[in-house]
């Protein structure tokens, strides 16, 4: 349960960083915005066990349309999402577990 809530708070300070930061742009700020954006989504993902995959990508890269450099910060959520959602693999449910 605390993971939980330190991921949020990390992903949180993460996006105030990057609203303070924001107005910066050029190749650094590019950058700066693809690792915070891959970062938030890593971070909302563990805080929410991988539950609602597509929902939180989809809030991350629609939070990356908010900065000067929005290409890097919306594909760095897309990358980060899609791969985290194929690495994570079929959830097991109970008929299907063995016993």
């Known amino acids: 349960m605390h993971t939980e809530r330190l991921?949020?708070?990390?992903a949180a300070a993460i996006g105030a960083q990057?609203?303070?930061?924001?107005?910066t742009?050029?190749?650094?700020a590019a950058l700066f915005n693809f690792v915070a954006f891959a970062a938030i989504t890593l971070l909302l993902w563990?805080?929410?066990r991988g539950r609602r995959p597509?929902?939180?990508t989809?809030?991350?890269a629609a939070a990356g349309f908010l900065v000067a450099e929005p290409l890097a910060a919306v594909a760095a959520a897309l990358v980060t999402g899609i791969t985290l959602y194929?690495?994570?693999g079929k959830s097991e449910c109970a008929e299907s577990s063995q016993r």
């Open 7 to 10: 991921c949020f708070a990390a």
């Open 18 to 23: 990057v609203m303070v930061l924001g107005s």
């Open 25 to 28: 742009s050029g190749a650094p």
């Open 46 to 48: 563990i805080a929410t």
């Open 54 to 56: 597509g929902h939180l």
């Open 58 to 60: 989809g809030a991350s």
């Open 86 to 88: 194929f690495l994570q």
